[in-house]
């Protein structure tokens, strides 16, 4: 089992930055990815981003130029840097792994709105 505890989420005005991070603990090796979803109300929950074991990364296009993931392997962290926020950004904001033995586990989710 792996549990990820979020945090960093809150309100901000648009234009303004929050950094979420996420930590596993738990029993695993390493992940093949982790990364971030959001869900918006009345929403889909969509990809955010996502980092790869060989550092490749993925961003949703609406995202791209301003948000940042990262990953801190020797404390089983990703963060997600978000600049420049919209108020289309507001949502919860779910933390992901995916295990090497191909398992998904969710964290619990962490609000962030954005006010125009």
């Known amino acids: 089992q792996v549990q990820l505890v979020e945090s960093g989420g809150g309100l901000v005005q648009a234009g303004g930055s929050l950094r979420l991070s996420c930590t596993a603990s738990?029993?695993?090796?390493?992940?093949?990815?982790m990364g971030w979803y959001r869900q918006a109300p009345g929403q889909q929950r969509e990809l955010v981003a996502v980092?790869?074991?060989?550092?490749?990364?993925n961003y949703q296009d609406s995202v791209k130029g301003r948000f940042t993931i990262s990953r801190d392997n020797a404390n089983d962290t990703v963060h997600l840097q978000m600049d420049s926020l919209k108020p289309e950004d507001t949502a919860v904001y779910y933390c992901?792994?995916?295990?090497?033995?191909?398992?998904?586990?969710w964290g619990q989710g962490t609000q962030v709105t954005v006010s125009s």
């Open positions: 992901t792994v995916l295990t090497t033995t191909f398992n998904r586990y």
């Open positions: 738990g029993r695993f090796f390493r992940f093949n990815s």
């Open positions: 980092i790869r074991s060989g550092e490749g990364t």
